[in-house]
């Protein structure tokens, strides 16, 4: 780089950087589109098995190609000049010139942690740490952390809004962006933590703990590439409006690999609904629930309280409770679950009832006139009695059915929790057609492993399956051997391994990604699992996740004192001890991002004056504006929240306004703001189109807004049970403006009494 103390000049000098950048990027978009139109153009012709390798080059290349189209937005972000006189430009995915030639180093790479880590403290060899602030293609500024001092004697200093404050100050889309360019060294420590065992990462509101979640996925799924591809990453959000919210983060970081989902839908094949009593939740998400289950599937396993008859083609067969109890315990001995089991039990049965039928035959037909014995098997398996009275000893179950009949069958309740109190049964009651709510997903999945296959014969399929995995793989090795000239000639010679052949082959036509395949499989065991808004957790959804991921390698992020579930912890400890012991360590996040200083404040007097201990970060900014706060007559909240909401959205100037309020309050505001704003209004995190939400707090969690509006505030305090996290979680949302309108009083401590 040509030595310039002119700012000018320096600009100009990255733009022609970068420019060259954005060229390389084009050629490798260039070059894989040929590739791939080269590999398809061959694609009909040759065996099934080339094919099927080609058909495995080309979903290669189009992995490549959706990767260098996702990182086109602010492709470069950094560059750090460094003792030896390198200047190594920092960026979403690494670049190099066709002969090699290093451009950009990725984000996650060794070699570009200093960009985030070093200080004027402990420089670690680096000199100055520049920040590319690029819009499209464009460079428009760039900042500069001088760390070394004596370069300020050959240059001063550059001008320009801090490339922090700058993505802080920017307008909320509804839809969560990355950090890439301005992660902070405290983040980055937590981003870059070794992938073994559970990482806690406790921080109050706005201090990235989102952020900074999915940035430790991506930068997880870089390092550890060849473990975590095949196992998968699993993230897990409180609500579907919170992945929506944060969707867009990891492909924008070039990362596909990693299944999201809601806590409703951590059960392939159940979309579940919030639970919105707080009773409820707390009694199913208590960890003895798993005993209830237990005794629910055991309670299925029944003995006769007196003999049996049952009619064989005409022949009187006796079951007594002795048989059933030696096939009960014989069957329950080989360890399996419920419905796996089950077919011991019958064939057990089956067997002493044939010898039951063929001796009675033999002694009314007289001795040694030996019936053959297979046409009685069949009879006594073809028998309705015998399969009704089996039934009725071992019923074959479905989690669903099993909890349905569970909380609305009387007695079935009863006789599975005999610790539960009658007024905890009344309210576990259900109607069989009630759906199936987020309290009720990790009884589902703890009956799943206890039931096992419902079909005996899926266990079989499965173990066939891992075998005809392990043919396929050594069939890809080979093949992968005998056709290193056509690899070669592609270029893809050393990038396509035995696995990415195996798992194509494996699935046919339709592809299938190890995420895909996790996402729909209820056993399967994720390389990694990260948690966000983990205070929320029952302790029956933790023991869900222990199992999904059996070597417990988790990233949990959460804020304690923003729990507001009935059934959310208290502490981390409480928490994890049970499941990892105290193999869990405690990083911290100490400064707040998100809410200006004056709001982020009254947050906290509000929540210390309700009796919440919250750790307090520190805000980074101050705001324009102090919170506002109405008071109005009964039943003048609506009334004024129109009369205020021009102001509000003018002083956005475009940014995302929130209306949060109890959920009795929002079909009329929902109404009334609809009517005048119409397409304007969209729910949940809101829309790429719209400016306006109505959401409850509870929607609220996790995502942000440029504005909020709070209806009624001490109901947000109220409601939930005593704790104050709705509302604390509600005031803390806004990047940029507050408005609390209250006919009730408003709650201590929001005022500056100060003031
Ligand atoms: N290093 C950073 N650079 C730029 N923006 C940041 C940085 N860290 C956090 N932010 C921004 O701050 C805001 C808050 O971050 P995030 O939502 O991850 O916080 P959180 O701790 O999960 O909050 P909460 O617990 O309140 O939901 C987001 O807009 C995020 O993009």
Redesign the pocket.
Known sequence: MPETSSAHHELEHERHYVAGLYQRLDELREEKREQLAQVRRSHSAGSHQNRSERDAFATMYEDRLAQLNAVDDRLVFGRLDLDDGEERYIGRIGLSTADLQRLMVDWRAPEAGTFYQATAFERQGVRRRRHLILKGRNVQAIEDDVLDYSMLEEEEALQGEGA?LA??NSKRTGQ??D?VG???AE?DRIIRAPLAGTLVVQ?G????????ALHRAAYLLYTHRERLKSAGVLLVGPSNAFIRYIERVLPSLGETGVVMSSLGQLMPGIAAVPEEDANVAEIKGRISMADVVARAVANRQRLPLEPRKLNVEGTILLLTPKMVQRARDRARATGKPHNEARVTFVKILLRELTEQLTEQLEESSGAGNSTDRAYLAEDVRSSRDVRVALNLCWMPMTPQKLLSELFSKPGHLEGAAPDLSAEEIALLRRSPDAPWTEADVPLLDEAAELLGELDASAGRDHALREEQRKRDLANAERAIENTEGFLEDSGAHGILSAEDLADHNTVGETRLTAADRAAVDRTWAFGHIVVD?AQELSAMQWRLLMRRCPLKSFTV?G?IA?TSSAAGATSWQQALTPFVGDRWTLEE?TVN??TPAQIAEAAVRMANAAGLVVSAPKAVREGRWAPFIDRVPDGGLVDRLMETLPEDLEALEGGLLAIIAEEHHLEAVRREVGAVYGKRLGTGAGGLEQDIVVTSPREA??L?FDGVVILEPEELLTAAAGKVGDLYVAM?RP?QRLRLIAARPVPAGIIDEED
């Open positions: 922090l993505a802080l969560m962006s950090i301005t992660i902070q983040q921080g509101p706005g201090t990235g703990k989102t952020a900074v808004e992020v804020d923003q996040l991002y998100r969690k996790g942000e803390t990047t």
